[in-house]
T-cell receptor
Framework: QKEVEQNSGPLSVPEGAIASLNCTYS??????FFWYRQYSGKSPELIMS????GDKEDGRFTAQLNKASQYVSLLIRDSQPSDSATYLC??????????FGPGTRLSVLP | SAVISQKPSRDICQRGTSLTIQCQVD?????MFWYRQQPGQSLTLIAT?????????ESGFVIDKFPISRPNLTFSTLTVSNMSPEDSSIYLC????????????FGPGTRLLVL
């Protein structure tokens, strides 16, 4: 069974620090990787997608993918209290369904 | 990305009744999905809503309990039948962007409480 694992948290970081969120997956042939942010009481919203090994940067967010280690991470630089949310990692193989991780709850302390 | 709306946004229902949730997209999409998110949990795929044919259900979900319609490429409904308190959850519709990357975007969700 395909699995996606994340630390449930909560992960607490001070405002202005770097938050590092990690995700591992079991299906070696996975090809697409996504990070979603979900505020309490809201639906998930897409932050980043990454398909190739290495880093992908978008503003304060950097996604890192290492397919050999089956590991994907999300770094949030200059963390703000508004970044406090649950971050969901999702993994997909073309033609198959998304598999979501349990999510990591991030708390950015002012 | 597509704009997705769901109705109702929330409801409180009595045990044994049924609720139909609607999902409307502002553009034609090939793939539509229904998820459930129980309190404090991650997303669980219920089924893929196929246009013109029966939905494809995931293990643990059956058509009698969660009938799905997909009459066209912009609309789908999910019915939660014969509800019990265990069905209290958030139900989310999602669509795939159809641009080859298979990225999914979510509607605002329907918050269901069954008493």
């Amino acid at each position: 069974q395909k699995e996606v694992e994340q630390n449930s948290g909560p992960l607490s970081v001070p405002e202005g620090a770097i938050a590092s969120l990690n995700c591992t997956y079991s299906d070696r042939v996975s090809q697409s990787f996504f990070w979603y942010r979900q505020y309490s009481g809201k639906s998930p919203e897409l932050i980043m997608s990454i398909y190739s090994n290495g880093d992908k940067e978008d503003g304060r967010f950097t996604a890192q993918l290492n397919k050999a280690s089956q590991y994907v991470s999300l770094l949030i630089r200059d963390s703000q209290p508004s970044d406090s949310a649950t971050y969901l990692c999702a993994v997909n193989n073309y033609g198959q369904n998304f598999v979501f991780g349990p999510g990591t709850r991030l708390s950015v302390l002012p | 990305s597509a704009v997705i709306s769901q109705k109702p946004s929330r409801d409180i229902c009595q045990r044994g009744t049924s609720l139909t949730i609607q999902c409307q997209v502002d553009s034609q999409v090939t793939m539509m999905f229904w998820y459930r998110q129980q309190p404090g949990q991650s997303l669980t795929l219920i089924a893929t809503a196929n246009q013109g044919s029966e939905a494809t259900y995931e293990s643990g979900f059956v058509i009698d309990k969660f009938p799905i319609s997909r009459p066209n490429l912009t609309f789908s409904t999910l019915t939660v039948s014969n509800m019990s308190p265990e069905d209290s959850s958030i139900y989310l519709c999602s669509v795939e962007d159809g641009l080859g990357a298979e990225t999914q975007y979510f509607g605002p969700g329907t918050r269901l409480l069954v008493l």
